[in-house]
């Protein structure tokens, strides 16, 4: 892996981390020369090749700042998001994965719990497929729902069924395509 520089400000830096502290240094867009300072919260550098003057005018540890959330804020795109401000603040999750074997679909469930009793969440897709089904069942209320902006669970399931502790059955079947 290579030297990275970021362009901004109109002028390349470079981000370094150790421990706690961090630093930004700027270097000349043109030459990639690393601009002479004054002193380090100089808010502007000058390069001795091209002998120009590059104002950034910010300090570098704030730019410091900046790079190191904007970096790290990259590497948590793809962070799973929990929320807890909701009714379904999950405390406690588990996570399960059925092996796939040869099966078309895929199928993930975790198991949350919160002061509303605890929830199973399935999901369920087709491999090759985009869309899932996202099914929620409400352990201790009882309840089976499944969210809209997803798939619905007819267009995967021929019938579903969730059977809750006291036996009650909750069922959703897919139209008959003969009638
Ligand atoms: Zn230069």
Same mark, same amino acid.
């Given at each position: 892996?290579?030297?990275?520089?970021?362009?901004?400000?109109?002028?390349?830096? %470079?981000?370094?981390? %150790?421990?706690?502290?961090?630093?930004?240094?700027?270097?000349?867009?043109?030459?990639?020369?690393?601009? #002479?300072?004054?002193?380090?919260?100089?808010?502007y550098g000058i390069c001795e090749e091209c002998k120009k003057s590059y104002y950034y005018n910010i300090d570098p540890k704030k730019v410091a700042d900046y790079l190191g959330r904007?970096?790290? #804020?990259? #590497?948590? %795109?793809?962070?799973e998001i929990i929320s807890i401000d909701g009714i379904q603040t999950p405390q406690l999750k588990t996570r399960l994965r059925i092996p796939e074997e040869n099966e078309e679909y895929?199928?993930?469930?975790?198991?949350?719990?919160?002061?509303?009793?605890?929830?199973?969440?399935?999901?369920?897709?087709?491999?090759?497929? =985009?869309?899932?089904?996202?099914?929620?069942?409400? =352990?201790?209320?009882?309840?089976? #729902?499944?969210?809209?902006?997803?798939?619905?669970?007819?267009?995967?399931?021929?019938?579903?069924?969730?059977?809750?502790?006291?036996?009650?059955?909750?069922?959703?079947?897919?139209?008959?395509?003969?009638?």
């Amino acid at each position: 892996m290579g030297v990275t520089l970021y362009e901004y400000k109109e002028v390349y830096w %470079q981000y370094l981390k %150790q421990g706690y502290g961090h630093w930004a240094i700027p270097f000349c867009p043109v030459h990639r020369m690393e601009l #002479s300072r004054r002193s380090v919260d100089s808010l502007y550098g000058i390069c001795e090749e091209c002998k120009k003057s590059y104002y950034y005018n910010i300090d570098p540890k704030k730019v410091a700042d900046y790079l190191g959330r904007k970096l790290s #804020s990259k #590497s948590y %795109q793809d962070a799973e998001i929990i929320s807890i401000d909701g009714i379904q603040t999950p405390q406690l999750k588990t996570r399960l994965r059925i092996p796939e074997e040869n099966e078309e679909y895929w199928i993930e469930a975790r198991l949350n719990k919160s002061d509303k009793g605890r929830q199973l969440v399935v999901y369920v897709g087709e491999k090759g497929s =985009i869309g899932k089904v996202q099914l929620f069942a409400n =352990i201790d209320q009882e309840k089976l #729902s499944f969210d809209h902006k997803d798939r619905k669970p007819e267009e995967v399931f021929a019938m579903l069924t969730a059977s809750f502790p006291t036996g009650k059955k909750i069922t959703i079947k897919a139209p008959d395509k003969n009638t």
